[in-house]
Nanobody, 125 residues
Framework: QLQLVESGGGLVQPGGSLRLSCAAS????????IGWFRQAPGKEREGVSC????????NYADSVKGRFTISRDNAKNTVYLQMNSLKPEDTAVYYCAAEGALIGLCVLGPAYSAWGQGTQVTVSS
């Protein structure tokens, strides 16, 4: 059974850093595009970053470019989201998602079929 589990969320001050992890079980991450999404209270879910299957090409939302970095550790079957220079507006529940049918460059839209349960990130002083 395909399963994704996020971890690494928490409370951090503005300007701080967090690293989120998305651990996969039941499938091999390298054969899937993986996306990170977030949803703040009262707002729609938005795509943050993604990493393409096989090639490892990455894509970022404009709001996080230069601050967030997505990476994949195939040996650990885990995808990471390194978040630096965090801002209060980054506060949200962060979800990772997987899709095996996405080829080429990954997308930040509603194209993913498997989702994790989410991890809360709060940026506040």
């Amino acid at each position: 059974q395909l399963q994704l589990v996020e971890s690494g969320g928490g409370l951090v001050q503005p300007g701080g850093s967090l690293r989120l992890s998305c651990a996969a079980s039941g499938f091999t991450l390298d054969y899937y595009a993986i996306g990170w999404f977030r949803q703040a209270p009262g707002k729609e879910r938005e795509g943050v970053s993604c990493i393409s299957r096989a090639s490892g090409s990455t894509n970022y939302a404009d709001s996080v470019k230069g601050r967030f970095t997505i990476s994949r550790d195939n040996a650990k079957n885990t995808v990471y989201l390194q978040m630096n220079s965090l801002k209060p507006e980054d506060t949200a529940v962060y979800y990772c998602a997987a899709e095996g049918a996405l080829i080429g460059l990954c997308v930040l839209g509603p194209a993913y079929s498997a989702w994790g349960q989410g991890t809360q990130v709060t940026v506040s002083s």
